[in-house]
């Protein structure tokens, strides 16, 4: 049986390594506007996504990665247990 997480491992990757453009973009779920990183609320990255799949929509597409960040670091993205 093949293992799953390997094309997943290619997208994380290519994810992290891909330019930023019309086709492509990452969104943090923290703000580092104050130097240390904060929870930004949820409805303040939920409206960058639809901001931004809007846009590619009305363009040709594209892939949106959330929780990486511009330097194409992982942290995820946090919520209420």
């Given amino acids: 049986m093949a293992n799953p997480a390997v094309p997943f491992a290619a997208d994380l990757h290519r994810w ?3 330019a930023e453009g019309q086709f492509f973009e990452r969104k943090s779920a923290f703000d580092r506007s104050t130097g240390r990183p904060k929870h930004r ?3 303040d990255v939920a409206w960058d996504v639809v901001e931004t799949l809007a846009a590619m929509a009305k363009a040709d597409g594209g892939e949106l990665a959330v929780g990486i960040e511009d330097d194409g670091t992982i942290t995820g993205v946090p ?3």
Avoid: N, V
Wanted: hydrophobic share 20%; charged share 20%.
């Fill in 41 to 43: 609320k949820a409805a």
């Fill in 79 to 81: 919520h209420g247990g």
């Fill in 16 to 18: 992290q390594t891909r």
